[in-house]
């Protein structure tokens, strides 16, 4: 009977772990994206100078929203015990991540080719490509990878909150602070700081990190060294250039 106890406990605190996760990106979201999106009539001034105005961004947001809802969704179907409405609505995943990609994929494309580049990013806009579609492939392998190994519960956990933690730098670099925007790399490493509740709860839990924590984390940290050695060279410049240049 202890035993039992001491079992149902952990599964407990395991399940109220990825929803605290669940909750902590979506709060996250929200606040990034409040004076464009979720609050914008009190802050429509701001909205025009600061919000895209392509329609496209209207579908890709949508989108995307839709993904932050049904994980939140799925991690609280979870802490409910009902396994059976998270792996029906699991499926959606396999529609979902490819539309995502997708649509960020040619929303990043059409922001490089606005007149003006990327809103309120200094950087040229053929080489700050690489971060967008950097994120936009990190976000397709790790969501892929957590959709195959579903059956592996604790492999799919951890695969699918590392994949949403590589969407969160959109999010943190229009959080309402100036330490956001204080460097270039600041809103990326900030979003690294959310898998380190990860590792220590690897480290509570098991006494170990798991292997989907250490190498899907060092991935999503690989993104930043990856975009600066790259997004400056003559050959990113190149192919983004032809990338822009599909859209017509």
């Known amino acids: 009977m202890a035993a039992y106890a001491s079992g149902h406990a952990a599964k407990r605190a395991q399940r109220y772990f990825y929803l605290g996760m669940g909750a902590a990106i979506a709060a996250s979201v929200v606040l990034g994206f409040a004076r464009t999106v979720f609050l914008r009539p009190w802050f429509a ?8 105005v392509e329609p496209w961004f209207y579908v890709h947001g949508a989108v995307f929203l839709v993904w932050i809802a049904l994980f939140v969704a799925q991690t609280s179907l979870m802490t409910a015990g009902n396994v059976r409405l998270h792996r029906r609505l699991g499926t959606a995943g396999f529609v979902i991540v490819p539309l995502m990609v997708l649509l960020g994929t040619i929303g990043s494309l ?13 950087v040229p806009s053929l080489q700050f490509l690489a971060k967008p579609l950097i994120d936009m492939a990190w976000f397709g392998v790790l969501a892929a990878l ?56 690897d480290f509570v839990s098991r006494g170990r990190v798991h292997p989907a924590t250490l190498w899907g984390g060092l991935f999503v940290i690989a993104a930043a060294p990856l975009y600066n050695l790259i997004s400056g060279t003559g050959a990113w410049l190149a192919f983004a250039q032809w990338a822009v240049g599909l859209l017509g």
């Open 45 to 52: 001034g701001f909205a025009r100078l600061h919000a895209p």
């Open 110 to 122: 059409v922001a490089a080719r606005r007149p003006g580049g990327f809103i309120d990013v200094p």
């Open 146 to 201: 957590a959709l195959a190994r579903r059956n592996d519960l604790q492999t799919h956990k951890r695969l699918m909150l590392l994949a949403n933690i590589v969407l969160l730098e959109a999010a943190i670099v229009r959080w309402p602070f100036d330490l956001v925007t204080s460097g270039p790399d600041v809103a990326f490493w900030l979003k690294t700081l959310f898998i380190i509740p990860l590792v220590i709860w």
